[in-house]
C-alpha cells in the first residue's frame, strides 16, 4: 500500500536523530515528505528505505559529494558496479576512513563520480588489508528502479 506523509517539525526532529547523515540535509523548516520508501526535502530525493534502513540517495550524494566516505574503484570495476554487484576488494584502489555497518558512497578512481551507495562489511582498514572477498555490500546504484525518481 502506498503510503504518503507530510513530516512535522517534530517528525524532521526524530528523523535527524535516527538519522545522522540527515542533519546536513534538512532543517526544522524544510519541506519533507515520505512517499512508500522515500524521502524527499524540498522535491528533491534525499534517502531511501530498504531492510529498515534510511540511507542517502545517489542524487543527493551528486550534489554532496563529503556526505558519506568513499571507496574508490577502478576501471574493471565500473561495469559491474553499475549493474548492482556487491564491492570486491581487488576491484577497490582506495578508502577513506569508516567504521563496519556504516554507509559509503562507492566512486570510479578517473572523475570521482558517485556510482553506487553500499553498506560496509568491514571497517576501511579491515579492508583494505584483504587481499579477496566481498567488501562492500551495494543498496542503490546508477540504473536501478530509484535512480530515475
Not at 1 to 11: C, E, N, W
Not at 67 to 84: E, M, Q, W
Not at 90 to 99: D, N, V, Y
Request: charged share 25%; glycine share 4%.
Amino acid at each position: 500500500m502506498y503510503m504518503r506523509k507530510q513530516f512535522a517539525k517534530s517528525d524532521i526532529k526524530s528523523f535527524i536523530e535516527a538519522v545522522p547523515f540527515a542533519k546536513d540535509l534538512m532543517t526544522k523548516k524544510s519541506s519533507v515528505v515520505q512517499e512508500g520508501d522515500l524521502l524527499y526535502v524540498d522535491k528533491i530525493l534525499i534517502s531511501i528505505l530498504k531492510d529498515n534502513l534510511w540511507f542517502p540517495s545517489l542524487k543527493i550524494l551528486l550534489k554532496e559529494p563529503t556526505l558519506l566516505p568513499h571507496v574508490v574503484v577502478d576501471k574493471g570495476a565500473i561495469k559491474f558496479v553499475v549493474n548492482g554487484a556487491d564491492i570486491m576488494r581487488p576491484g577497490i584502489t582506495s578508502a577513506q576512513e569508516f567504521a563496519k555497518d556504516d554507509f559509503v558512497c562507492i566512486v570510479d578512481e578517473t572523475y570521482s563520480e558517485p556510482l553506487a551507495v553500499g553498506q560496509a562489511l568491514f571497517s576501511s582498514s579491515d579492508l583494505l588489508a584483504k587481499d579477496s572477498g566481498k567488501v562492500v555490500k551495494t543498496l542503490h546504484f546508477i540504473g536501478d528502479p530509484y535512480w530515475n525518481v
